[in-house]
Every structure is written in C-alpha cells, then in structure tokens.
C-alpha cells in the first residue's frame, strides 16, 4: 500500500512553545491531507481537512489560530500547534487521500507538552 | 455518512480465521466500506474497501452481503501480529472517514 510518512515520531516541549509536525506522502500526489487526534483510549478525532494551496477546513471546536496547517505542495502538509499547553498532549496522526480516493495514514506523533 | 455497529471485542485463536463483523444498515448506493486496523500507538492501517462485491487481496477477504447491510472481513490465518482494533467505515467519495470504536481483536497462542 501506500506510504505516508511523519516527523517527528515523538516530541517533548514546553508550555508555551510551538510544535511543527510534517506528513509527507512519498509515493503518490495527495491533494487532501488530513489531521486527527487521538486521546489515551479513544478513537480518532478529525480536526482539519487540509487542501494543497487552499485554505485548510477545520473541525467544529479546533482553533484554527492554535493549529496551523500548512498544505503548500501536493506531498507535503504540517500542523503547528502554537503556544502549546498540557492539554494539547496528544497522539496526532495525518493521512493523505491518494487518486483513488483511499486514505493512508501515517505512523503518528506523540507530543507531551511539559 | 452512514452509522456501522461492530462488537466491542472478538478473540480468536492463532492460525484460525478471525471473521470481523460489521453492520451498515443505513448505507446508502453510492458508500463504500472501507476497513482499517489500528496496532497499539500506530496510526490506522488501511485493509481493503468494496462497493458490493466480495473483494480479496493479500491481508484479507471482504464480504459483503446481497443488500449491502452488513459485511464481514475475514483474516484466513490470524497471527499475534494481527491483535489490533478494526475498524469498519462507511464512506462516499470525498466524505472524511469517521471512526468509530471499532473491535478490539486478541489474537492468541
């Protein structure tokens, strides 16, 4: 299958800083990337659709302001959480829907905010 | 997007199919099932998709049933690796995948 990628694996910042997090599909154009996060024992939860060179649609309740997504090539998108707290600990995963409309995840980010 | 039901949890043993069940009642013509599994702290693994008719390919067997209403993924010989939660998600062309809670499989000795 396809292979969508992200970095970093894992990431460890302090309250009030900002985190920049790539997904990178490497084997096909994605168009639509998208954004979820995922709390200790729930499922996933979309916060944004991003689309390459437009601007990015966001869940009801996510703060556009404190997650920045960035679409600017048909391979890459990148979520910035800015001034980062505690509760925005989380595991953060992308996926990429590739021409066939099937979406592939990547292997996900894991941000403590200290 | 229409709602699917899948039982909280399954197990099953090594080396034996493990038949996933999934309920659509509500899928409408036009929606696609699509399957994922997601391993402890990984991102979700994409298995296979169909629109209505049974589909194959080399991680696993799709059935889907004459009206559509339900379906079941099939794992001809599961191995430990395969212990993960399934997903089972009904989707139309550009919609974004919803996930629900999915089936804990344990797959054991």
Same mark, same amino acid.
């Given at each position: 299958?396809? *292979?969508?990628?992200?970095?970093?694996?894992?990431?460890?910042?302090?309250? /009030?800083?900002?985190?920049? +997090?790539?997904?990178?599909?490497?084997?096909?154009?994605?168009?639509?990337? &998208?954004? =979820?996060?995922? &709390?200790?024992?729930?499922?996933?939860?979309?916060?944004?659709?991003?689309?390459? /060179?437009?601007?990015?649609? =966001?869940?009801?309740?996510?703060?556009?302001?404190? &997650?920045?997504?960035? #679409?600017?090539?048909?391979?890459?998108?990148?979520?910035? *959480?800015?001034?980062? #707290?505690?509760?925005?600990?989380?595991?953060? +995963?992308?996926?990429?829907?590739?021409?066939?409309?099937?979406?592939?995840?990547?292997? %996900?980010?894991? !941000?403590?905010?200290? | 997007?229409?709602?699917?039901?899948?039982?909280?949890?399954?197990?099953?043993?090594?080396?034996?199919?493990?038949?996933?069940?999934?309920?659509?009642?509500?899928?409408? %013509?036009?929606? =696609?099932?699509?399957?994922?599994?997601? @391993? #402890?702290?990984? /991102?979700?693994?994409? +298995? +296979?998709?169909?629109?209505?008719?049974?589909?194959?390919?080399?991680?696993?067997?799709? $059935? @889907?049933?004459?009206?559509?209403?339900?379906?079941?993924? $099939?794992?001809?010989?599961?191995?430990?690796?395969?212990?993960?939660?399934?997903?089972?998600?009904?989707?139309?062309? =550009?919609?974004? !995948?919803?996930?629900?809670?999915?089936?804990?499989? !344990?797959?054991?000795?």
């Amino acid at each position: 299958g396809a *292979v969508v990628s992200q970095h970093p694996s894992r990431v460890i910042c302090k309250s /009030g800083t900002s985190v920049k +997090i790539e997904c990178r599909s490497l084997d096909f154009q994605a168009t639509t990337m &998208f954004w =979820y996060r995922q &709390f200790p024992k729930q499922s996933l939860m979309l916060m944004a659709t991003s689309n390459e /060179g437009s601007k990015a649609t =966001y869940e009801q309740g996510v703060e556009k302001d404190k &997650f920045l997504i960035n #679409h600017a090539s048909l391979t890459l998108s990148t979520l910035t *959480v800015t001034s980062a #707290h505690p509760e925005d600990s989380s595991f953060y +995963i992308c996926s990429a829907r590739d021409p066939g409309d099937t979406q592939y995840f990547g292997p %996900g980010t894991r !941000l403590t905010v200290l | 997007d229409a709602k699917t039901t899948q039982p909280p949890s399954m197990d099953c043993a090594e080396g034996r199919a493990a038949n996933l069940p999934c309920n659509h009642s509500t899928i409408s %013509g036009n929606e =696609y099932v699509y399957w994922y599994r997601q @391993i #402890h702290s990984q /991102g979700p693994q994409y +298995i +296979i998709h169909g629109l209505k008719n049974n589909e194959t390919n080399e991680m696993a067997s799709l $059935i @889907i049933t004459e009206d559509r209403k339900s379906s079941t993924l $099939i794992l001809p010989h599961a191995t430990l690796r395969d212990t993960a939660v399934y997903y089972c998600i009904v989707v139309s062309g =550009y919609s974004t !995948l919803t996930f629900g809670k999915g089936t804990m499989l !344990l797959v054991s000795p």
